[in-house]
């Protein structure tokens, strides 16, 4: 497949907004925590629980486009970034929804 997924196309950009969106969709406060603690202890575990979220999504867009290292990867590190980042003592539910802008 040639049409490679580019991170620097604004369509291209939203495609991936949705899928980190849908990835951590219905993610629970105690699955934050718990891949928190599993990223101090065991980076491999914690990357491949990671991946697991959005992998089929992944696969689906693999159907349309090349998907490069570079793309994973920045859907990787986003998703890493969230999960460090949101603040679970806000919290007024048992599950998010995650809205990028």
Same mark, same amino acid.
């Given at each position: 497949?040639?049409?490679?997924?580019?991170?620097?196309?604004? #369509?291209?950009? &939203?495609?991936? #907004?949705?899928?980190? %969106?849908?990835? $951590?969709?219905?993610?629970?406060?105690? %699955?934050?925590?718990?891949?928190?603690? /599993?990223?101090?202890?065991?980076? #491999?575990?914690?990357?491949?629980?990671?991946?697991? &979220?959005?992998?089929?999504?992944?696969?689906?867009?693999? $159907?349309? !486009?090349?998907?490069?290292?570079?793309?994973? %990867?920045? /859907? !990787? !590190? $986003?998703?890493?970034?969230?999960?460090?980042? /949101?603040? /679970?003592?806000?919290?007024?539910?048992?599950?998010? %929804?995650? &809205? $990028?802008?």
């Amino acid at each position: 497949m040639d049409n490679h997924l580019n991170l620097h196309c604004e #369509t291209h950009s &939203k495609i991936l #907004t949705n899928i980190i %969106e849908q990835s $951590l969709t219905g993610i629970t406060p105690n %699955e934050i925590v718990k891949l928190r603690t /599993i990223c101090d202890q065991d980076r #491999t575990e914690y990357y491949n629980r990671v991946k697991i &979220k959005y992998a089929k999504s992944l696969e689906l867009l693999c $159907l349309n !486009f090349r998907i490069t290292n570079e793309v994973e %990867e920045a /859907i !990787f !590190f $986003l998703i890493h970034d969230i999960i460090h980042r /949101i603040s /679970i003592d806000m919290l007024e539910n048992n599950e998010l %929804e995650i &809205k $990028l802008s």
